[in-house]
């Protein structure tokens, strides 16, 4: 719902598009990167058919598609398919406005991306519908590769935790017109995960709450594994980056069993 909130998407699109920020996107430089790896990987060739699921704006379906690949992006925002569809400008290249928690097709993908550390948005119930739509989605062998936020981030996030009230007298993310903004992120170790409130007040409050949980590799692979998948490689990141327990985030390559 909030992704679609007319403004918000608007908003959304422009951090997408900003370049200097991971903050929706990665940056270009990472973009590239993580272009540049992913296929050999995962085993692509010319033709083969990707899917990049919370594709946005769809920065990495343009690149893979001028690599050769025939790529699908699949997003919930309207605004961000709009924007893809109109900068499309490689051939084999499609955009579909809808959610992956609903099923995108049975055996027809060689491999799925799932970039920016969406996955961990997500509840347990929700991950495992999703995986489930993936594992359908793929041939026999495809590949799946994503990242979320490894055990190191939650500490950080947790030790640099601070509440803060917002006032802005004109636009901001959350509103074109004056509004205040309380922020505070309640943390659950045991899961572990956390729970940004954003409370806005312009005319009305609006409560709106964005979740983000935690992995190691072990928790990561066991959940894997539980969908069908196999793990073959765990990095640091999307662009091969060697792992280590206490990096922040977690390059996951796994394959359909």
Known sequence: ?????RYISEMMLKAHLAGDTDAASYMPSKIRAICDFLPGRMGLSEGSKVIDLGCGPGLYCELLAKKGFLMTGLDSSLNSIRYA???CGAAGTGYVCQSYLEPFGEGVYDAALMISEDY???GPENRRLLLGNIHRALKPGGHFAFDVSGLAAFEARRESAAQKWVAS???GFWRPH???VLEKTF???EIPALCGLYAILDDEMKITRVWQTFF???SIR???EGAGFEVETLYANLWGGEYKEDAPTIGVICKKS
């Open 1 to 5: 719902e909030m992704w679609n909130d």
């Open 85 to 87: 569809k109109a900068q």
């Open 120 to 122: 961990g948005v997500l």
């Open 169 to 171: 007298d004109g636009a």
């Open 178 to 180: 004056r509004h205040f």
């Open 187 to 189: 943390f659950y170790p």
């Open 216 to 218: 190691s590799g072990e």
């Open 222 to 224: 066991a959940e894997l």
